[in-house]
Nanobody
Framework: QVQLVESGGGLVQAGGSLRLSCAASGRSFSSYAMGWFRQAPGKEREFVAA????????RYLDSVKGRFTISRDNAKNTVYLQMNSLKPEDTAVYYC??????????????????WGQGTQVTVSS
């Protein structure tokens, strides 16, 4: 059974940085695309970033481009989200997700088969 465990969330001031990690287990991590999504209170879940199986291709939500970086270490079965220049509007629960295929094609959550439990990120102004 696939398990995804996020860590690294917390409270940070605007302009600060956080690095989220997501450790995967249960199947061949290096065979699947990975993604990060977030959900703020009262809002729908939204796509944040995706990375294909070997890290050779990435995609970002427009509002985080240049501030966030998704990466993966297949030897450690872990995907990361480095978040810099954080803004209050980045406040949300962040979820990692494991894809159904080795590559992503869009930003839909339907492309992902397994989800973590989420980690809270709060950015104060």
């Amino acid at each position: 059974q696939v398990q995804l465990v996020e860590s690294g969330g917390g409270l940070v001031q605007a302009g600060g940085s956080l690095r989220l990690s997501c450790a995967a287990s249960g199947r061949s991590f290096s065979s699947y695309a990975m993604g990060w999504f977030r959900q703020a209170p009262g809002k729908e879940r939204e796509f944040v970033a995706a990375i294909n199986w070997n890290g050779g291709s990435t995609r970002y939500l427009d509002s985080v481009k240049g501030r966030f970086t998704i990466s993966r270490d297949n030897a450690k079965n872990t995907v990361y989200l480095q978040m810099n220049s954080l803004k209050p509007e980045d406040t949300a629960v962040y979820y990692c997700a494991e894809g159904r295929r080795s590559y992503y094609s869009g930003t839909s959550g339907r492309e992902y088969e397994y989800w973590g439990q989420g980690t809270q990120v709060t950015v104060s102004s």
